[in-house]
């Protein structure tokens, strides 16, 4: 019981930390891990009773706020019918049909555990559907963490790729390319001197895990003219983007198809649910129809799956979008209007339900300008809102998430509290 209770401590700490690539593994501080005994709605309470106003969000899936009314019935219900069967359940129908009519790129869908099973069984069954070996992917993507995605970018732009986390081997690592987001002439290069090894290109459509990075205009649809002139597969990984930014996904939004979607996070209402589907006759080639294998014994679980539809259904509500994107507007205008107040560098955006705050003059657009931007200044702003209540990503590098429990008084709390946070660094800086 004992070495249990330890476990559970110390997890978020490895957890938040590990999860997200080398870079951030670096940067981490692990002062400031949280233990949070409850949730409801935008708020979040500590095990010493302490509340905070939550932009975390569970790293994404808490798109209705925590603890959502209709979510938690539909999951005390469906675990009252058992908790998993090991067979087909008709929910799990409903799901798959459910984001097939939501995401029409998905002619079929498989559902999976998590992001990362998504996202390794699409570039496995790229490579299959292709018989082609090399992925492309960017540096500052993140994709969850299976081998060939732990990679970082090697010393040239079309070096092979170097693992970015020990156990992997080089020989896995060396089948991926790592380019820069937003860089289309290099994608361009790379096909051009490779043009029958790349399997496909993995891409988050907006980058959420190097802070928000949006794609420049022309860069998802170049990326898509380019998949059809060679012949190679095109992968948006929305396990973020999902849900989170519109209805129909970051996909919908840009108005440009990709062949294969992997999805996780909203889709799962905080329970594990993942899922990667697109065209036909790719999702063909995969086990039993296919001889691309992928199972998962708890895949498509009746418990998940409950949590997951009854989110899906919630943010079809008309105007959900609308008033999500509204909210998070709100609060990056506010944010910026008290940075400039106080002469702070600093900048902020939002798409849809997801933001970026930056200690930069402008949104950076690539990892390099990501990582230019000031990491002090950001650690002191975020130490002086969680002391006050106000619960932001704990790193630089992370994009952070609205929900729509998130009440107009929330976003002006938090504005106010950014306002003298703002306030003080800009006296700080001024005496230094
Ligand atoms: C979170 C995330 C993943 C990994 O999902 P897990 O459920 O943590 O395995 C993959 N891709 C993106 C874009 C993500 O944000």
């Not at 732990?150 to 079309?158: C, D, M, N, P």
């Not at 994009?399 to 998130?406: P, Y």
């Amino acid at each position: 019981m004992l070495s249990l209770l330890c476990l559970r401590r110390s997890a978020p700490c490895i957890l938040h930390e590990s999860q997200r690539g080398a870079f951030r593994a670096r940067t981490a501080d692990h002062s400031r891990a949280r233990f949070f005994a409850r949730g409801e709605g935008a708020y979040l309470w500590d095990v010493d009773g302490r509340r905070y106003i939550d932009y975390v969000g569970s790293w994404g899936p808490a798109i209705l706020g925590h603890a959502h009314a209709e979510t938690v019935q539909a999951v005390q219900e469906a675990a009252r019918d058992g908790l998993s069967f090991g067979a087909p359940t008709e929910a799990e129908i409903e799901m798959a049909e459910t984001l097939c009519r939501l995401m029409p790129s998905l002619e079929m869908v498989r559902l999976v555990s998590s992001g990362t099973e998504a996202t390794m069984t699409a570039l496995r069954l790229a490579r299959g559907f292709t018989g082609r070996p090399k992925i492309v992917k960017f540096e500052g993507c993140y994709h969850g963490h299976g081998d060939s995605l732990l990679v970082k970018a090697g010393s040239g732009a079309l070096t092979f790729g170097q693992p970015s986390s020990a156990g992997v081997p080089q020989s896995i690592a060396g089948e991926t390319w790592v380019l820069s987001y937003n860089d289309l002439d290099q994608v361009a290069a790379a096909f051009r001197e490779h043009p029958d090894e790349i399997a496909g290109i993995i891409v988050e459509p907006v980058a959420g895990n190097m802070n928000l990075i949006a794609p420049r205009s022309g860069f998802l649809q170049g990326l898509r003219d380019l998949c059809d002139r060679y012949g190679a597969v095109l992968i948006f990984d929305e396990v973020m983007t999902g849900f989170r930014l519109h209805l129909r996904g970051a996909q919908g939004l840009y108005g440009v198809q990709p062949d294969l979607t992997t999805l996780g996070k909203v889709i799962g209402g905080g329970m594990p649910v993942g899922a990667f589907g697109g065209r036909r006759d790719i999702m063909e080639k995969i086990a039993p129809l296919g001889p691309v294998y992928q199972a998962g014994t708890l895949s498509g679980n009746p418990v998940a799956v409950a949590a997951g539809l009854a989110t899906l259904k919630a943010i079809q509500a008309p105007q959900f979008y609308a008033h999500l994107s509204e909210r998070t507007r709100a609060l990056v205008e506010g944010l910026s209007a008290a940075a400039a107040k106080h002469g702070v560098a600093f900048s902020a955006q939002s798409i849809g339900g997801m933001f970026g705050i930056y200690f930069a003059a402008t949104p950076p657009d690539s990892f390099a300008s990501v990582m230019a931007s000031n990491k002090d200044s950001f650690n002191r702003f975020f130490h002086r809102m969680l002391d006050a209540g106000i619960y932001f990503a704990p790193s630089a590098f992370e994009a952070g998430f609205v929900s729509a429990a998130h009440s107009t008084a929330d976003i002006e709390a938090t504005i106010g509290v950014a306002d003298q946070a703002l306030a003080q660094l800009s006296r700080q800086d001024l005496t230094r």
